[in-house]
């Protein structure tokens, strides 16, 4: 079992940057894969970035060039660094992990953090 706790939200001006964290607790951490997620009010929960054991990433066009995703394998932590933040990046933020790259779907969720843009 996996426990997951965000934090980091919180509200900002539209251009500004927020960094939100993630700790991992109760098995190996460098072997997961970490995923960042965020669901909007009345849209559906959406895929914003991944890092793997092996810390290479991806992420959703949205946001690329603007956050970045990073892991400290020591602090069993993961991070979303967000930049040039806009009004449309506002919603509740959640941190997962999955086993292995090959598993169907993420199999641990955090609480959620909320990240408010204001234009």
């Known amino acids: 079992q996996v426990q997951l706790v965000e934090s980091g939200g919180g509200l900002v001006q539209a251009g500004g940057s927020l960094r939100l964290s993630c700790a991992a607790s109760g098995r190996t951490f460098s072997s997961l894969v970490m995923g960042w997620f965020r669901q909007a009010p009345g849209k559906e929960r959406e895929f914003v970035a991944r890092?793997?054991?092996?810390?290479?990433?991806s992420y959703a066009d949205s946001v690329k060039g603007r956050f970045t995703i990073s892991r400290d394998n020591v602090k069993n932590t993961v991070y979303l660094q967000m930049n040039t933040l806009k009004p449309e990046d506002t919603a509740v933020y959640y941190c997962a992990a999955k086993d292995s790259d090959f598993a169907p779907a993420y199999r641990y969720w955090g609480q959620g953090t909320q990240v408010t843009v204001s234009s």
């Open positions: 890092i793997r054991w092996s810390s290479s990433t």
